[in-house]
């Protein structure tokens, strides 16, 4: 099981300090990033634009014009979790700007035909996309979130082990463990990740359920020592 440190952050400055606290005990990190319409609030690079024309941030036309990377680019690998209304409209722009993984949330899309294109562009860069769904939305998307899987189309499905997605320190939705058991007895073979809710007192039911990865944010980031909070969890698995 491998621990993915979460950053949900409105500033790129905090991006840079927080991918700093975890580079030396990370290889990977997860950046969630809001547009404030899809869920409430906003992150980088949508609160630093008035109007959700990320193209015009300041970060974004350096990373498309590639006189910058990504913070550590050369030392950890980055996925993006677009919790954003149609993420599509904008694929060539996260696309371009250094992730090794996209991560799409169904109900953010018109339709499933529009994702599988999505997918597709996406793969044209060598760039994994990974679903990500609540307990609720699994059961509606079930049979397509099977194919994907099935088809090798995706690399993961990762299941949002809270209710309301697009913030930190949430509580953690019990429902998920049976949901994962059900997922992992009928398909040992896919990759299963969870992301929301989970710290030091219900980590142990997700190692329980043998998950392949578990992103984790506020439970590392937000007391104590960054750097202790983040082995504790490594030194679990």
Same mark, same amino acid.
């Given at each position: 099981?491998?621990?993915?440190?979460?950053?949900?952050?409105?500033?790129?400055?905090?991006?840079?300090?927080?991918?700093?606290?975890?580079?030396?005990?990370?290889?990977?990190?997860?950046?969630?990033?809001?547009?404030?319409?899809?869920?409430?609030?906003?992150?980088?690079?949508?609160?630093?634009?008035?109007?959700?024309?990320?193209?015009?941030?300041?970060?974004?036309?350096?990373?498309?014009?590639?006189?910058?990377?990504?913070?550590?680019?050369?030392?950890? =690998?980055?996925?993006?979790?677009?919790?954003?209304?149609?993420?599509?409209?904008?694929?060539?722009?996260?696309?371009?700007?250094?992730? =090794?993984?996209?991560?799409?949330?169904?109900?953010?899309?018109?339709?499933?035909?529009?994702?599988?294109?999505?997918?597709?562009?996406?793969?044209?860069?060598?760039?994994?996309?990974?679903?990500?769904?609540?307990?609720?939305?699994?059961?509606?998307?079930?049979?397509? $979130?099977?194919?994907?899987?099935?088809?090798?189309?995706?690399?993961?499905?990762?299941?949002?082990?809270?209710?309301?997605?697009?913030?930190?320190?949430?509580?953690?939705?019990?429902?998920?463990?049976?949901?994962?058991?059900?997922?992992?007895?009928?398909?040992?073979?896919?990759?299963?990740?969870?992301?929301?809710?989970?710290?030091?007192?219900?980590?142990?039911?997700?190692?329980?359920?043998?998950?392949?990865?578990?992103? $984790?944010?506020?439970?590392?980031?937000?007391?104590?020592?960054?750097?202790?909070?983040?082995?504790?969890?490594?030194?679990?698995?």
């Amino acid at each position: 099981m491998n621990i993915i440190p979460a950053i949900l952050e409105a500033s790129y400055q905090e991006i840079e300090n927080k991918i700093e606290s975890v580079l030396h005990d990370t290889e990977r990190v997860h950046i969630d990033i809001c547009d404030g319409l899809f869920v409430s609030r906003k992150t980088w690079p949508y609160s630093a634009v008035s109007n959700n024309r990320i193209d015009e941030n300041f970060q974004i036309k350096k990373l498309l014009s590639e006189d910058m990377g990504l913070p550590n680019w050369d030392h950890v =690998n980055y996925e993006f979790d677009l919790m954003v209304q149609n993420p599509d409209i904008q694929k060539d722009i996260w696309a371009r700007i250094g992730a =090794n993984t996209l991560i799409i949330h169904p109900t953010s899309f018109k339709d499933e035909s529009v994702i599988l294109d999505f997918i597709k562009e996406i793969d044209s860069y060598m760039i994994d996309v990974i679903v990500a769904v609540t307990y609720d939305e699994y059961f509606k998307y079930e049979e397509f $979130i099977k194919d994907l899987l099935i088809k090798k189309s995706i690399k993961a499905l990762q299941i949002m082990t809270i209710k309301t997605i697009g913030s930190q320190g949430q509580k953690f939705d019990d429902r998920c463990i049976a949901l994962i058991e059900k997922i992992k007895t009928e398909n040992p073979d896919f990759i299963i990740r969870v992301d929301g809710g989970i710290n030091t007192d219900n980590v142990k039911k997700i190692l329980d359920v043998k998950v392949d990865e578990v992103i $984790i944010g506020s439970a590392i980031f937000n007391s104590g020592n960054t750097r202790e909070n983040l082995n504790y969890f490594n030194d679990l698995c």
